[in-house]
């Protein structure tokens, strides 16, 4: 069976800092991993995804998340955190093919001026 | 990307009572999927919506208390039936990207709270 792990529920930046949140995937697969925000009031915005393909992705608003198969992560990271990124961040595993997705329990950012 | 939207944006319902949520895509599309956030917590999947068949429902979730319909390929109803304050939460719709099949995008989210 496929999961997802974040690892810290909160996490407090200060602005400019490097954003780290951290994501561990369990599948028997190779796994389609995606990364989304979800700002206040708001419903989820696709950051970013890893489909097999560079084992580096880059996403919307400067985040990008690394594939490490060795460590089953796909952590998120943004050089310099901005006021606007603070939000609530998800990691989510696609079950197989078959478009369902498994989310992480979610990593809510806070940036501090 | 799709542009999903969804209705009620938000709705505050009494206990016993019955709300459907519509969501409606500009495109047409294979899947559509519903996804309940309850307060504080991540989502989790209801059901898989497919036009001309009936919907699958996750393990913990049935038919009669969440029926879908998915009467055509851009559009799909979720009603949420004899609603108890468990049921307050967000719920979404998804759907499958039109470039590749394994990417979702999400609508707005319809926030129900059940008094």
């Known amino acids: 069976a496929q999961s997802v792990t974040q690892l810290g529920s909160h996490v407090s930046v200060s602005e400019g800092a490097l954003v780290l949140l951290r994501c561990n995937y369990s599948?028997?697969?190779?796994?389609?991993l995606f990364w989304y925000v979800q700002y206040p009031n708001q419903g989820l915005q696709l950051l970013l995804k890893y489909t097999s393909a560079a084992t580096l992705v880059k996403g919307i608003n400067g985040f990008e998340a690394e594939f490490k198969k060795s460590e089953t992560s796909f952590h998120l990271t943004k050089p310099s955190a901005h006021m606007s990124d603070a939000a609530e961040y998800f990691c989510?595993?696609?079950?197989?093919?078959?478009?369902?997705?498994?989310f992480g329990q979610g990593t809510t950012l806070q940036v501090k001026p | 990307s799709a542009v999903i939207s969804q209705k009620p944006s938000r709705d505050i319902c009494q206990r016993g009572t019955s709300l459907t949520i519509q969501c409606q895509v500009d495109s047409q599309v294979t899947m559509m999927f519903w996804y309940r956030q309850q307060p504080g917590q991540s989502l989790t999947l209801i059901a898989t919506a497919n036009q001309g068949s009936e919907a699958t429902y996750e393990s913990g979730f049935v038919i009669d208390k969440f029926p879908i319909s998915r009467p055509n390929l851009t559009f799909s109803t979720l009603t949420v039936s004899n609603m108890s304050p468990e049921d307050s939460s967000i719920y979404l719709c998804?759907?499958?990207?039109?470039?590749?099949?394994?990417?979702?995008?999400f609508g707005p989210g319809t926030r129900l709270t059940v008094l």
């Open positions: 998804s759907v499958e990207g039109r470039e590749a099949y394994n990417e979702q995008f």
């Open positions: 989510a595993v696609m079950r197989g093919n078959t478009g369902k997705l498994i």
């Open positions: 599948s028997s697969v190779p796994p389609y």
